[in-house]
């Protein structure tokens, strides 16, 4: 079955940097464009950065670019995201995200989240 599961969330002060990682499994990694979310407190969740299936192409939330950068090796089957010029408003749980699609249907599946705090 599908599982993504992510790790590297905890504190950081503002202006720090932390890097979060997804390692996937249950499906041709390497075959799927990802995304990573986020979602704070009393928020909805929001799309954070998301990446082509080869790397080629990448997009940002424009409340993150340049300040986030998201990566993969599809060899490891893990995507990351590298968080640098961290501020408090980038507190929140993120999450991975994989959109699979067959000839008849289309899943998405989350991960179950790392928390990222960002506070002095």
């Known amino acids: 079955q599908v599982q993504l599961v992510e790790s590297g969330g905890g504190l950081a002060q503002p202006g720090g940097s932390l890097s979060l990682s997804c390692a996937a499994s249950?499906?041709?990694?390497?075959?799927?464009?990802m995304s990573w979310y986020r979602q704070a407190p009393g928020k909805e969740r929001e799309l954070v950065a998301s990446i082509t299936s080869t790397g080629s192409s990448t997009l940002y939330a424009r409340s993150v670019k340049g300040r986030f950068t998201i990566s993969r090796d599809n060899a490891k089957n893990t995507v990351y995201l590298q968080m640098n010029s961290l501020k408090p408003e980038d507190t929140a749980r993120y999450y991975c995200?994989?959109?699979?699609?067959?000839?008849?249907?289309?899943?998405?599946?989350w991960g179950q989240g790392t928390q990222v705090t960002v506070s002095s």
């Open positions: 249950g499906f041709t990694f390497s075959s799927y464009p």
């Open positions: 995200y994989a959109r699979l699609t067959t000839d008849v249907s289309t899943t998405g599946y």
